[in-house]
């Protein structure tokens, strides 16, 4: 109904940092970049958690992902909320 959310694709963005977080692990937080642009963005995989071991810091990956607002402890600021992603081949 109405407007469906918007869905965005990145290719080739930098693992900066992850995480696993939440109870048993079960999602990874990520801080990603592009080296091109110097931009750099939080993101959340939920329930990805048993894919921690596929990604390592450093890697060039392709993203899947829609916009959302983070609000934890009265911060507020945006984030990627990532629907799948790949090693970037």
Known sequence: ???PEPTFISKNVIIEDMRP???ESKHIKL???D???NVKFGAIAFN???RINEFHIGDKINIVYTLEKDDW???E???LKI?????SN
């Open 31 to 33: 801080y990603l970049g």
């Open 35 to 37: 080296r091109q642009s």
């Open 1 to 3: 109904m109405g407007n």
């Open 83 to 87: 629907k799948d992603l790949k090693i």
């Open 48 to 50: 990805m958690g048993d």
């Open 21 to 23: 977080v939440g109870v």
């Open 73 to 75: 402890n009265g911060n």
């Open 77 to 79: 600021r945006l984030q």
